[in-house]
């Protein structure tokens, strides 16, 4: 579902990401850790064009993201994203939010979409929600709209950028939640988060990078309970 | 009275023509001014670069001369075609206030967060959807108020018309005035037809600013500050990444 070969990306003379390779399976679910700076961010953006790759190859669906001819909008159709910092459309109310892009980008009809829109709401816990600005809920409340958003096109996999690392303690509880049913639901995730204890839960596989490369990786129980590289071993040391 | 009253329909007349100038200049420069704006901040450099020239020249020209260029000039460069006063009236004023609109236009995009740009594009928006829907709402918050702004001092500036003898309100002014020979009761009479026009769109700006300032919830600080008023205000231009 995705193949990523040789992965290198440079801001001028910085090497953020030295050689990336990865395979990413349908229904995986992907956690990707490790101190920051260690370009998981970077990693992750390149998977859905927000960086333009350096060298090497990415391949989503068949789509290969080094090509010139090739249609964005395609792929990030294809790929849900869900940042750290929520950017959901302040000028928006919440079901507008969900509903801009497949009515905009899918053209798809507005009664079809709404519908699917208000589905997703309640399935984020938020159907009450839905004609408020998105200033008026709290961050937890706000994340789970920007989920509902990407959802909105239907993705076949969704990135998720450190979803809960910009919310209080007290909220992050339901992100997490509902992206363990999404998990569940088998949905394709690739997350880069700090919460060890949700990818040790539902990651099917952890990949543990530093200083532009992955370090290794595995299943949680292999990560977390017998890492054999001295520098997982130390970032384990110091988040656990 | 009855002596006054033949004045009036000049007068009338006069303001019908600024008011004229003033809706063809306002709409045409916020046209052009949002177009030079997004150009300002296109991810494309040369376009950033033929943008900036564009802004920076026409502001460091005096709008006087701006007009008399379009006078003699345009039929000069355009052989054969005829423009009216009006037109070239226009043209100037479009020309001078779509300077001061592109940069107001360009703070405006910048004061868009980053993330907002990368929202619109992690969900498959082209440039047009990211700009029609998502950005330029979020940048006209910012931009209003100091349009506002801009089209006063513009419909005032528009007074200079007078100067290639096209009969706006003040040039009716001075006409009735020297006729009459009660230059400063007409002058009285033509300065509160100005303010009269101008006062409730500067409310109007104000309102705007609040409506939307409620609808979004928080205020959000934005700075307008010299930077992007300085006239050789160039960098940091705003670049949309991922767009090539």
């Known amino acids: ?88 459309f302040p000028h928006m109310k919440v079901l507008d939010n969900v509903m801009i892009a497949p009515i905009k980008v899918a053209k798809k009809s507005r009664e079809v979409t709404k519908e699917k829109a208000l589905e997703l709401l309640a399935k984020v816990g938020l159907s009450d929600k839905a004609d408020v600005y998105p200033s008026s809920l709290s961050g937890g409340q706000q994340q789970r709209v920007a989920i509902a958003r990407a959802l909105a096109m239907d993705p076949t996999v969704m990135l998720f950028d450190e979803p809960t690392s910009a919310l209080d303690p007290e909220t992050v509880g339901d992100v997490l939640a509902v992206m363990k049913r999404l998990a569940g639901e088998g949905m394709t995730m690739v997350v880069v988060s700090h919460e060890m204890g949700f990818a040790r839960e539902v990651a099917d596989r952890v990949i543990f990078m530093d200083q532009g490369y992955i370090v290794e990786e595995g299943t949680p129980a292999d990560i977390f309970d017998r890492p054999t590289q001295d520098r997982t071993k130390a970032f384990l040391s110091r988040v656990l | 009275m009855g002596d006054y009253a033949q004045f009036l329909l000049p007068l009338a007349k006069g303001l019908g023509m ?97 993330g907002q740009f990368e929202a619109a594009e992690a969900l498959g928006m082209n440039y047009f959807l990211k700009f029609r829907y998502i950005i330029v709402p979020q940048a006209m918050r910012v931009v209003v108020p100091p349009w506002t702004g801009i089209i006063l001092a513009m419909i005032k500036d528009s007074s200079l018309v007078s100067v290639i003898g096209f009969v706006d309100l003040t040039q009716a002014g001075k006409i009735i005035g020297t006729t009459t020979m009660l230059p400063l009761l007409t002058f009285v009479v033509v300065g509160a037809i100005y303010f009269v026009i101008c006062y409730p769109l500067g409310k109007f700006g104000r309102w705007y600013e609040k409506r939307l300032t409620v609808s979004l919830g928080r205020p959000q600080a934005v700075d307008l500050g010299p930077a992007s008023t300085d006239l050789l205000a160039e960098e940091p231009l705003l670049q949309v990444r991922g767009e090539k």
């Open chain 1, 1 to 88: 579902m995705i193949s990523v070969k040789g992965l290198q990306k440079k801001y001028g003379n910085v090497e953020v990401l030295k050689s990336i390779d990865c395979e990413i399976k349908p229904s995986e679910v992907v956690c990707v850790i490790g101190p920051s700076g260690s370009g998981k961010s970077t990693f992750l953006r390149c998977l859905n064009l927000l960086e333009t790759i350096t060298a090497g190859s990415v391949v989503i669906n068949g789509h290969d993201l080094g090509n010139s001819k090739l249609d964005r909008v395609l792929v990030r159709r294809d790929v849900g994203m869900v940042f750290q910092q929520f950017n959901l």
């Open chain 2, 18 to 114: 600024t008011a004229l100038l003033c809706i063809i200049s306002a709409v045409g420069g916020s046209i052009v001014g949002l177009l030079v704006g997004l150009a300002r901040a296109s991810s494309i450099g040369f376009i950033r670069w033929v943008s900036a020239i564009y802004t920076n020249l026409l502001r460091g020209i005096p709008l006087l001369i701006i007009l008399l260029f379009t006078f003699f000039a345009l039929p000069l460069l355009i052989p054969g075609a005829v423009f009216s006063k009006l037109a070239c009236g226009a043209i100037a004023l479009t020309l001078f206030v779509s300077a001061y609109i592109a940069e107001v236009v360009r703070g405006g995009l910048e004061s868009v967060p980053r």
